[in-house]
């Protein structure tokens, strides 16, 4: 019953409470979806990265030299 009574009304600290609640929540939603998108772009960009900065050094290799195994 107590915990009924305590739920019904509620006390500018039960708001800030929730409010600081809510933005932790928030933060770490968005942080996990920045991680997310995070880890895609450097999964894709990854090799091209390499292969970009391959072809700025000096001696300029071809990029059919740049890619081959040997």
Request: proline residues 7%.
């Amino acid at each position: 019953m107590a915990s009924a009574a305590a739920g019904k009304g509620k006390s500018p600290a039960d708001a800030a409470e929730s409010s600081a609640a809510s933005a932790t929540r928030l933060a770490r939603e968005w942080s996990t979806w920045a991680m997310k998108k995070a880890k895609v772009v450097a999964h894709y960009g990854f090799i091209p990265l390499v292969v970009l900065v391959g072809m700025r050094s000096e001696p300029r290799p071809s990029l059919a030299q740049l890619l081959s195994p040997v």
